[in-house]
């Protein structure tokens, strides 16, 4: 399974003097594999293989499983380079790669293409010099022995599918870091994580073409032979696929219901999703932890289809009954979505993040390191995107305004550690800025947002608004248990 990053590389970001760079320093790789290959090995021998085996890994290109998680896409080349890798040597398995891709009429901008056909060159080459420098045996006939295919093919061949490995996720995060700004840990980590095992899958069924071709005598019809397990994983990777897409609809749903019922909010949950993610990808967390801290950030405010549509259109005085209704919504909005599977490691997230560094937030009163990571940070997410939105009662901050009120509240609202990563993040990540230089419309008697600052603050100093938010929920949760017990269900 090989993930290419071409087409997911943002289109702004393609014509950068720094992507180009890039492009051309993996062509280079290129070039220098293969001429180690040819010194080492010679010019190829074997034509009429690297053609059959180039056409096999173009069947193999075009018939990648797209979409399946946020930008990649899964193919199966890395099968064909790597049994090219033995069947015709380094220089062979480096011209695959390439002609495969160069025979691949897509539409893609020339920086993706030109990269694609230098990374898949290079994953060729360096597989069969792997496998050779592994003590890989150059000649195989058809009276090799178990053993000796075993550790003189299948073991070499399984560290050159390592290396493979390694060198298409270092490739791919160089791209993403150059193209997106993503970091280039937290790419390599994710990339061998959805692919890592995989390989090792594609590793044994390489092995076994190389069997089938070689001692076997089967010769180029061994890649029909493996051509079934291939489609029963491609078809494993599009179940994969379609549920990622049923989620993301879901979300997507779920988002749209919170915002039709609160129009100044369009895009917010986009944003603190997405500013969520690359918070955690600053602090380190794993793949899975920063899509889940992602979904929390999307949802935060799902609740809030449940409170009452004339406190969020702020049309009235805002009393402590409506303070504490909208103090409501993040344990509402966990009522809303719990029973739906995918979204279990994001209710923590949801739940808590109102809640405050000084344990005066709500609605459980937590404190520090008690109050759930991913909590803390959409709390940092939800304020920073609030600040940078403009408001009946003022304008937009800038972004350089709300870093430095943030800070001003790390340790006291916010975690320190938190407010850091976000200044990592902007600088790794442009943010588009919402008219913070411009003058607010609307009435300056317009009831506060229940993101901003000051409503935390508010509620901080009104001990008995959040005993009334805590018991309003112990009430809830009493209420459902008791209609569970009863056969009935309530929200």
């Known amino acids: 399974m090989n993930e290419d990053s071409g087409r997911d590389v943002k ?147 399984m560290i050159a599918d390592v290396a493979q490995c390694i060198l298409n996720a270092v490739l791919i995060a160089g791209i993403l870091r150059v193209s997106g700004g993503t970091p280039l840990r937290s790419s390599i980590v994710q990339l061998l994580g959805n692919s890592g095992l995989a390989y090792v899958g594609y590793g044994v069924v390489g092995f076994l073409f190389v069997v089938l071709w070689i001692p076997a005598g089967v010769g180029w019809f061994s890649a029909v032979l493996v051509l079934a397990p291939l489609f029963v994983a491609r078809w494993a990777f599009e179940q994969y696929g379609e549920e990622f897409r049923a989620h993301e609809r879901t979300l997507r749903a779920l988002v749209s219901a919170e915002e039709k019922k609160e129009a100044g909010n369009i895009g917010h949950s986009e944003r603190v999703g997405q500013l969520s993610e690359w918070i955690a990808e600053a602090i380190g967390l794993g793949h899975k932890e920063t899509q889940d801290v992602r979904t929390a950030g999307m949802l935060h405010d799902v609740g809030t289809v449940a409170v009452p549509s004339r406190l969020l259109r702020g049309r009235e005085p805002l009393t402590d009954a409506g303070m504490v209704e909208l103090a409501a919504h993040a ?98 990540h442009p943010w588009a800025h919402r008219g913070g230089e411009s003058v607010a419309s609307g009435s300056a008697d317009a009831v506060m947002h229940y993101d901003e600052p000051e409503f935390s603050d508010l509620l901080a100093e009104r001990a008995d608004l959040r005993a009334l938010v805590r018991d309003r929920e112990i009430g809830a949760s009493t209420a459902r248990q008791a209609a569970g017990r009863a056969g009935m269900r309530v929200p």
Request: net charge neutral; with cysteine.
């Open 11 to 157: 289109p702004s970001r393609l014509g950068s003097a720094s992507t180009v760079a890039f492009a051309i320093a993996t062509a280079t790789l290129a070039v220098l594999l293969l001429a180690v290959g040819w010194w080492q090995t010679g010019p190829p021998h074997d034509w009429l293989a690297i053609l059959v085996l180039s056409s096999f890994g173009l069947s193999a290109w075009l018939l990648r499983e797209s979409h399946v998680g946020a930008r990649v896409q899964l193919n199966f080349i890395s099968i064909i380079l790597l049994a090219a890798a033995v069947i015709v040597g380094p220089v062979g398995a480096g011209l695959v790669g390439a002609v495969a891709l160069v025979l691949n009429f897509d539409r893609a901008p020339w920086v993706a293409q030109v990269f694609n056909i230098a990374m898949f060159s290079s994953v060729g080459s360096l597989g069969g010099l792997v496998y050779l420098w592994s003590g890989g045996m150059d000649e195989i006939g058809r009276s090799s022995g178990v053993g000796q295919l075993l550790l003189g093919v299948g073991l070499p061949l």
């Open 331 to 428: 344990r509402a909005g966990v009522r809303l979505v719990e029973g739906i599977g995918f979204l279990r490691d994001s209710l923590e997230g949801i739940a808590h993040h109102h809640e405050r560094f000084d344990g005066r937030g709500y609605p459980s009163a937590l404190a520090g390191q008690e109050i759930p990571m991913a909590a803390r940070i959409v709390a940092v997410a939800d304020t920073f995107d609030a600040l940078t939105t403009p408001r009946p009662y003022r304008a937009a901050h800038t972004t350089v305004e709300a870093l430095r009120m943030i800070h001003e509240r790390a340790g006291v609202q916010f975690d320190p550690v938190v407010c850091d990563a976000l200044t990592k993040a902007l600088a790794r």
